[in-house]
């Protein structure tokens, strides 16, 4: 399959597989003319590639993912250790939006909005802590 046909199989633009080649995700095979090449294998490390960073998996957790997929005598605690870390990332990251809505729910709701120059908003923006 050439890059376009793997693509539109993957999902993921060729721009993506490109990238994911060059930083040794993927490695197709190459043509006489030096197009790449693709396998079916390829196609399904694309589309398990495409699935992982669509669950937000950073690109080295898609790399350990991808390593631990290959290796047929691999551990599922591994694989569980990866993914664990993973949603404990995103429920921080949930945990900090609230925060970040609560406080900018609260700055909204004390704001006039009318046509004076004061602004809770602003003053609290002034003296936010960085």
């Known amino acids: 399959m050439n890059i376009g046909e793997v693509a ?3 999902g993921l633009p060729a721009k993506t597989i490109r990238y994911y080649e060059d930083i040794g ?3 197709p095979m ?3 003319n030096g197009y790449r090449s693709f396998r079916e294998s390829d196609m399904h ?3 398990f590639l495409g699935r992982s960073r669509a669950l937000g998996f950073t690109i080295e957790d898609c790399r350990n993912l991808l390593a631990l997929w290959n290796d047929q005598d691999r551990a599922s605690a591994d694989v569980r250790a990866i993914a664990k870390e993973h949603l404990e990332q995103i429920e921080t990251k949930i945990s ?3 925060a970040i809505r609560e406080t900018l729910s609260h700055l909204v709701q004390t704001c006039a909005g009318d046509g004076r120059p004061d602004c809770p908003i602003l003053a609290k923006l002034e003296k936010f802590p960085t």
């Open 45 to 47: 490390k694309l589309a």
């Open 25 to 27: 995700l993927i490695t």
């Open 96 to 98: 900090d939006l609230q």
């Open 8 to 10: 539109k199989k993957s």
């Open 30 to 32: 190459r043509d006489t």
